[in-house]
């Protein structure tokens, strides 16, 4: 069985531009990512699935000159981009992950996996409910999963966004997994200029140690609560939008397929 990380990233975010490769203990972003990811015991190959543009003509340049693996495809259509990626590497399984999220933990990656294959899934997110802070969830899939999707989800959301024909079609075996405490508010993700703020400090305060646990970072909460107030304001936005989203939205549901 073959395991894939496809990591889907871009640097023409409309909020921090050029994020991913942004430096943090003196490599990019993106590096401390790829590298987090490697530390998984179940991953066979890990994927870049950047868009095809001038845009992101720096990013090709230096994932090819630092031999990382590259997929190049459309930008806004990222389903169409991440299924190609998934299927030019012959994947059997596949781990989705943003660049947005250079904390990503391997050993919740792995827990994944292992739950998908007990189980015999199509799917499992980490995500809903969240219990996990924002930044370190991620989504394991079969590859026929992925390939279903692609060919049966029609809407511009869910061809921007992945996933959620997935969650909400009904056409697939889904897996929930969750923490047995929530952490949820906790905002580890890189959106903002103050997001990256709080990460790069993280990473600083672990150095010369890139492999730390999710765990380590509560516990540096406790520690060091002033890290963490760098970004409230944008933790407080983005609940309130999470807050809007759950009034507007139906639940995603675990089904059977129909």
């Not at 203990?25 to 998984?40: A, C, K, N, T």
């Not at 015999?120 to 997110?125: C, L, Q």
């Not at 370190?136 to 899939?141: C, G, H, L, T, Y």
């Not at 999710?214 to 060091?224: A, F």
Request: proline content about 5%.
């Amino acid at each position: 069985m073959k395991i894939i990380a496809v990591v889907t990233a871009r640097l023409s975010s409309k909020r921090l531009p050029g994020k991913i490769l942004m430096p943090i203990l003196g490599m990019p972003m993106i590096e401390l990512l790829i590298q987090r990811l490697s530390f998984s015991k179940k991953i066979n190959q890990i994927a870049i699935a950047i868009p095809k543009n001038e845009k992101n003509k720096k990013l090709n340049i230096y994932l090819k000159k630092n031999k990382h693996q590259v997929f190049q495809g459309t930008e806004k259509n990222v389903l169409k981009r991440f299924y190609k990626a998934a299927k030019l590497y012959k994947a059997d399984l596949v781990v989705r992950i943003t660049g947005d999220s250079p904390l990503i933990d391997a050993n919740i990656i792995d827990s994944l996996i292992n739950k998908l294959i007990k189980n015999k899934k199509d799917y499992i997110v980490s995500n809903n409910p969240a219990t996990f802070p924002d930044g370190v969830d991620a989504e394991v899939m079969t590859f026929k999963a992925i390939e279903k999707c692609y060919n049966l989800a029609k809407s511009n959301y869910d061809k921007e966004h992945v996933t959620p024909y997935i969650r909400n079609s009904g056409k697939f075996k889904i897996l929930y997994y969750q923490y047995k405490k929530d952490y949820s508010n906790q905002r580890w993700c890189v959106d903002e200029k103050n997001d990256f703020k709080v990460v790069k400090k993280i990473f600083e305060h672990f150095n010369p140690r890139i492999n730390f646990g999710w765990l380590e970072v509560i516990k540096l909460t406790k520690k060091k609560p002033k890290i963490f107030e760098i970004n409230k304001n944008v933790r407080i936005k983005n609940e309130y939008k999470k807050q809007i989203a759950l009034t507007t939205l139906s639940p995603l549901m675990s089904q059977e397929p129909n």
